[in-house]
């Protein structure tokens, strides 16, 4: 067995499993207001680049199925494979499918390098918490100090910023469809997650919370 | 609670700030050349206007980006918020 | 009075098809849904309700709103009880339990009512007088006056409710729904901006809900209900009734408490009883209205007094009559409405005293056009009745005030009505930093200028007019949302009421009586203080003539209520005192909050587990099954040690430390801080960031770095490794990884964004397993294949990749014990599996996990630094016998020059030294503990130093210390002395390394 397939069979511990999540997920989305998910092993990298470089931005376009990072602060690109965030001036998150960042990784270097990018696999630093359903606002507010109604916080926005107290990347993942309720991804640190979830879980009893898959 | 207008992402909370203080203070490149006093004026001598300051302030729990502000320290009225770099605004007359 | 006699058989918003039960004073009462427990209880006929807090004079309800100062009712039982509330904001809800205050044995009969007869001896200024000598028996007098001090009782359990805080954003924030807040919502929120309405009141309306003023035809309410109505439907306002904003803050940022469920007998579940609103709102319309004054006369405190707009309040909103028979005083127009709108509600109004000599105002003369008796210029000289009123003595003043009284007349009533004019609420504009104007007509302040994004509308910006708060309202609620962006007009007025000349007021700021004041009965000020005019005079002639000075010597303004009534009152009697005018006088400070809010509502969600976020290393739970002790390190919860069954922190510490010394342990090292440095100047900028040089450092070896700040002095540091050319991984202390990182990005991003150099924490990418001891190396040979782990083949301080037990692995030979160790980096979520994996193998090695405590043991006995303990952000690299990691070839690092200054380079400086406790000695030196040469002098005797770290050394078999002793270099050998409160303690000064002193374990 190669070192790859053998570490395949390590069993992975998520931040949030000794909540027994799964157990707890239901289905059908029910009456609550307030439904919770986590995502495990998302694989996320920070992308570093000179936004002014067109080499450095069509370089990262040839990997990403043909979408360019945003310069426009606050916003994120779905590429349908990926979901590209704005962080910073010269930085990006990459967030892909579980098991992609080995291989993304390597693709992405070896397109950015010779343009003075970098990249850097964080996939273990953080996991990602799903809030949604009608009263997902009204529970993010109760943390969060950002405006995220949909006219500050329009959907494909996302922001960095603190919920209780934990830095957290939010990401807004619905489509604003009718009838759609919001959708917020929220990566935070892996250290932070068992607090953070804590805490959406206990703001949001007054609406009623469910558990739902990843 | 202050509203900060990061030059990148706009206004957002203080919390998401951390203040460096004084602004547009560089470092001493002949530094090995001054005297101690010298050194000592650059380590330690800092403003303290009861009015417009020029100053720096870090967006730790946003972009992690440094920048510069020009803050009212009665009113904490800010007057301007820039990038390094940028050239230091002029103070408003009052 | 038998129950529910003054409760008028029709009338009011009371909802009479739910009648609610409560408790007050032990004694069942009933009430209606809509009621607060104030008007319940004057319905009940229940009028006095406390005693006040310094004469324990009988009080009743003064007023129907916020600025209550003498109706304060302790809430609840046990857990919940809750002192001080105002019976006039408290819903009423079915099973209610309130009882008054500051009385013994009871309300009627109170011991404490003593104070009053002695009240001669209790001048303003009392206690700074009396208790303040002799200086030594301050702790004496202390218990007692604690014990008297104080109104309520707070409850003593846990709060067994919910908080909760959330942050809101809008484009106008509108404060009060009065008439005037109702407009501007409607002006601003017709234009689509996104507008919070917050009222304190359990019903929005203001004045409105107890007018009798018809708008478009019909009732003022109706009015309120379709205004209401018609926001409630916009989709972008949201209405909070029973929120009181209570602080605004700067860059418009306003603290609303709403009350979500204290009205509820059974709030649903998860429902919290209070939430702070955290509002951050483009424009605000302050539309707060406007608190009626008391007047100054004598026993003006007797229950059965009160605000005369109070009154018609309780008639007109809740169906309740104050009394039977009242007697008006006032001294302007306004109070002729209320005692109207009291008549046509079947209150009989004895007399109305009006102070002017000839008041021709529209409602004057209205009154006597109905046939009231009006008695002008006259003044109310006394109250007669305790615990109620039973009459008043009225007589004619002289033009000044000031000489005889004339034509004394009694009668009988058992109400007193009053009203001293208008006091604006400008407690939120002068929060914000708003001037205030001196209306010298009304006698008010009055909004000036606003240094905030904010307008004032309606009665808090001086209007008395129904019209004008109207308009104003409309015209700033349109005005906001086109500041803030959006196309809004002012609504037309609605039809009203022709507009009613009034007559100016008169302002007699103490009415005389037939002594002079200050004797024979008294004239109140402040309710809730128990302040007097004389008081006030006495103050002024001790010398305390600023109003700051006044406030804190009297105590006027102070309290619960913080002087909502009283304030102009103070001033004013205090303008004359001293020959000044009001607005020389000036106001004291409005500070938040507005009303009192709850410690619970402060706190919100962070109590219990949810007080501060807690960090969990990937191998947090294994330590939890495990039943280790945690000690938080900023948030970081780590494991302190392992105690098995019976041992107490010492053995278990004693047991990790000798096996991790003489077998092998096994370590979470996963906190360490953990940057990843990549580019193509990453050698050149960590040569400027560290005292050594990292440029000439191979490929896949690590170097231990120290990091200064521009004064020379240490900041942080750590084992930074070469993973590439132009790749490091810095490693940082577990408690500084933020700012370190903030320290390094400030430096690229400010001072040399020339370098081409990109940091990202990877801290929490990697759990850290660090295997430690002589067995180190046998363990892990049985857990990897493809790393050779040989001396030779992988030396101290370098680098390996592979797997271990099948993980993707980097291993560095690194080490904070002095031992052979490996710190293995996995990913995070292999962390788990890789500990558990080295403790299946380690089995027959002896193999035990130490902690927090035993690592700092470990590192203690072969003399590593910990930053923030050895040193105190004021030591050097040569204090700490670590000058030689200095290169100062270097052309510039940062601190180079502060290196240099003549304070770090003097002599005597304190330097780094081992301690060994003379023989006999067991017990470990205090960590702090100052080291003498003689302990015989007198106190304060010349220190060398002090203790840094101290342990009980399993490996020595005795105490060792890390001490920063004066030349501490020059000293080794030397006896030192640490005296102690019990004992002194010698000490031998040694090397700082008790433990393998050449290394030959840690290279080995």
Redesign the interface.
């Known amino acids: 067995m190669d070192s790859k397939g053998m570490a395949d069979a390590i069993p992975r511990l998520g931040a949030l499993d000794h909540l027994g999540l799964a157990a707890r997920a239901h289905g059908e989305k029910g009456a609550a207001g307030v439904r919770l998910a986590e995502r495990r092993f998302l694989a996320k990298l920070n992308l570093r680049g000179d936004p002014n470089d067109h080499g450095f931005m069509g370089a990262v376009a040839s990997v990403l199925d043909g979408f360019e990072p945003r310069i426009i602060p606050n916003t994120a690109v779905h590429t349908g494979r990926f979901d590209l965030l704005w962080l910073g001036p010269d930085e990006w998150l990459v967030v892909a499918a579980d098991g992609a960042e080995a291989e993304l990784e390597a693709r992405l270097t070896a397109a950015v390098a010779p343009h003075g990018g970098t990249v850097t696999d964080v996939s273990e630093s953080r996991t990602t918490i799903v809030v949604s359903g009608p009263n997902a606002r009204d529970v993010l507010a109760k943390g969060c100090p950002l405006d995220l109604h949909p006219r500050a916080f329009a959907a494909g926005a996302c922001a960095q910023s603190l919920v209780a107290k934990v830095g957290v990347i939010l990401h807004r993942t619905d489509t604003a469809a009718p009838g759609e309720p919001a959708r917020f991804e929220l990566h935070a640190l892996r250290s932070f997650a068992d607090y953070l979830w804590r805490f959406l879980d206990d703001a949001g009893q007054e609406y009623g919370v469910t558990v739902m898959e990843g | 609670m202050l509203l900060i207008a990061c030059p990148w992402c706009g206004p957002r909370a203080e919390l998401e700030f951390r203040c460096g203080g004084q602004g547009h203070l560089t470092r001493l490149t002949d530094a090995m050349e001054v005297s101690d006093a010298e050194f000592a004026r650059y380590l330690y001598m800092r403003d303290n206007p009861k009015g417009w300051h020029y100053e720096r302030w870090n967006h730790v729990n946003g972009c992690r980006r440094w920048f510069n502000a020009v803050r009212h320290t009665v009113t904490h009225e800010f007057h301007a918020t820039y990038k390094p770099g940028e050239p230091k605004p002029d103070l408003p007359r009052s | 009075m038998s129950n529910g006699e003054l409760r008028l058989p029709t009338g009011g918003r009371i909802d009479r098809a739910q009648p609610l039960r409560f408790i007050f004073d032990g004694a069942g009462y009933s009430g209606y849904a809509g009621d607060t427990l104030a008007s319940a209880l004057l319905a009940n006929g229940v009028r006095l309700v406390g005693r006040s807090f310094k004469y324990h004079r009988p009080r009743g309800i003064l007023s129907a709103g916020a600025e209550e100062p003498n109706a304060l009712v302790e809430l609840g039982n046990g857990a919940r009880r809750e002192p001080n509330l105002r019976a006039t904001q408290i819903e009423l809800h079915d099973g209610l339990v309130a009882s008054s205050q500051n009385r013994w044995p009871s309300l009627d009969l109170d011991i404490g009512a003593i104070n009053n007869l002695a009240s001669r001896l209790l001048p303003s200024g009392f206690y700074y007088k009396t208790f303040m000598w002799p200086p030594s028996f301050w702790h004496f007098y202390e218990h007692f006056i604690r014990r008297a001090a104080g109104m309520g009782r707070a409850a003593t359990e846990p709060d067994p409710d919910r908080y909760?805080?959330?942050?809101?954003?809008c484009d106008v924030l509108v404060v009060g729904a009065g008439p005037a807040g109702i407009a501007a919502a409607l002006a601003a929120g017709r234009s689509g901006a996104?507008v919070v309405l917050c009222d304190e009141q359990q019903e929005m309306g203001g004045d409105l809900l107890a007018s009798m003023a018809l708008i478009d035809g019909a009732p003022a309410a109706d009015w309120v209900a379709r205004a209401l109505g018609e926001l409630g439907a916009l989709p972008e306002v949201r209405l909070l009734p029973r929120a009181t904003a209570f602080g605004y803050?700067?860059?418009?940022?306003v603290a609303i408490v709403e009350r979500v469920a204290d009205h509820l007998a059974r709030p649903g579940?998860?429902?919290?009883r209070q939430c702070v609103w955290?509002v951050?709102a483009r424009r605000v319309v302050l539309a707060t209205g406007a608190i009626e004054r008391p007047l100054v006369f004598r026993d003006n405190d007797r229950p059965g007094v009160m605000l005369a707009n109070a009154a018609r309040v309780y008639l007109r909103r809740y169906a309740v009559a104050c009394g039977r028979r009242a007697v008006l005083f006032t001294n302007n127009d306004a109070a002729y409405g209320a005692a109207l709108d009291l008549r046509a509600g079947g209150m009989d109004i004895a007399a109305i005293v009006d102070l002017r000599a000839d008041p021709k105002g529209q409602r004057t003369e209205a009154a006597r056009a109905q046939g009231l008796r009006v008695l002008a210029g006259r003044a109310v000289i006394g109250v007669q009745g305790s615990k109620a009123v039973s009459g008043v003595e009225v007589a004619r003043l002289q033009d000044d005030a000031s000489a005889a009284i004339l034509d004394r007349e009694q009668i009988a009533c058992d109400t007193v009505l009053m009203s001293g004019g208008w006091t604006p609420t400008i407690h939120l504009f002068s929060q914000s930093?708003g001037k205030l104007r001196f209306d010298t007509e009304t006698a008010a302040f009055v909004p000036d200028r606003a240094?905030q994004a904010l307008r004032s509308a309606g009665a808090c910006n001086g209007a008395t007019r129904l019209s004008d708060c109207l308009a104003q309202g409309a015209a700033a609620g349109a005005a906001a949302a086109q500041d803030a962006g959006f196309a809004a007009a002012a609504p037309p007025l609605p039809e009203l009421d022709p507009d009613l000349d009034e007559a100016p007021m008169r302002h007699l700021w103490v009415v005389p009586s037939d002594a002079p004041v200050g004797h024979k009965g008294k004239h109140f000020v402040d309710f809730q203080n128990d302040v007097t005019a004389a008081d006030i005079r006495l103050a002024s002639r001790e010398g305390y003539r600023s109003v700051e000075h006044l406030k804190r010597y009297t105590t006027t303004g102070m309290g619960t209520d913080q002087g909502k009534t009283s304030n102009v009152a103070a001033l004013a009697i205090l303008a004359e005192a001293t020959n000044a005018s009001i607005p020389q006088v000036g106001t004291t400070t409005f500070r938040p909050p507005y009303t009192p809010v709850t410690m619970g509502a402060l706190t919100g969600?962070?109590v219990g587990?949810?007080l501060?976020?807690?960090?969990?290393?990937?191998i947090h739970?294994w330590h939890v099954r495990t039943g280790a002790v945690f000690e938080n390190t900023g948030?970081?919860q780590r494991a302190r040690y392992y105690p098995m069954a019976g041992e107490d922190m010492h053995a278990a510490v004693e047991r990790e430390v000798r096996a991790a010394r003489n077998l092998v342990g096994l370590f979470d090292a996963s906190t360490l801080g953990k940057i990843?440095v990549?580019?193509p100047d990453s050698a050149r900028f960590l040569d400027l960031v560290y005292t050594n040089s990292w440029s000439k450092l191979a490929i896949g070896r690590s170097r231990y770095g120290l990091m200064l700040r521009?004064?020379g002095y240490i900041y942080d540091d750590g084992v930074t490794t070469r993973l590439g050319p132009e790749h490091f991984l810095v490693s940082t202390t577990s408690g500084n990884a933020?700012p370190v990182l903030?320290f390094m990005?400030?430096l690229l991003?400010?001072?040399w964004?020339h370098l081409?150099v990109?940091l990202?924490?990877?801290?929490?990418?990697?759990a850290v397993v660090t295997l430690s001891g002589p067995m180190a190396r046998r363990l892990l040979a049985e857990l990897t294949r493809?790393i050779d782990l040989s001396p030779q083949a992988f030396p101290f301080m370098t680098l390996r990749a592979g797997?271990v037990?099948?993980?993707?692995v980097r291993v560095f030979r690194v080490s904070f014990t002095g031992d052979l160790s490996f710190e293995i980096q996995a990913?995070?979520?292999?962390?788990?599996?890789l500990w558990h994996a080295c403790l299946a193998v380690g089995e027959k090695y002896g193999i035990t996990p130490y902690g927090l405590e035993a690592m700092h043991v470990l590192r203690a006995e072969k003399g590593y630094i910990i930053v923030g303990q050895e040193t105190d952000g004021t030591a050097t690299p040569d204090d700490l016998g670590m000058g030689a990691m200095v290169a100062h070839a270097k052309p510039d690092f940062i601190g180079?020059?502060?290196l240099?200054?003549?304070e770090l380079l003097r002599p005597e400086r304190k330097q780094l030294v081992g301690l060994r406790l003379a023989d006999g000695e067991h017990k470990p030196l205090p960590e702090g503990a100052h080291l003498v040469n003689d302990p015989g002098l007198p106190p304060p005797m010349p220190m060398l130093g002090h203790v840094t770290s101290s342990y009980y050394s399993p490996t020595v078999g005795a105490p060792i210390a890390l001490a920063m002793i004066k030349n501490g270099r020059a000293r080794m050998g030397e006896e030192l002395y640490a005296p102690l409160p019990d004992r002194v303690v010698r000490a031998r000064v040694v090397a700082p390394c008790f433990f393998d002193p050449e290394g030959k374990r840690l290279h080995g």
């Open positions: 909760d805080h959330r942050y809101e954003h996104r803050y700067d860059h418009n940022a579940p998860g429902l919290p955290h951050r930093g240094t969600r962070t587990p949810l501060e976020p807690a960090r969990w290393t990937p739970r948030q970081w990843d990549k580019g521009d004064d933020a903030s990005e400030d991003q400010t001072e964004p081409k990109r990202t924490s990877v801290t929490e990418q990697f493809d797997t037990a099948g993980i993707p990913r995070a979520s292999h962390g788990l599996a180079k020059r502060g240099k200054r003549a």
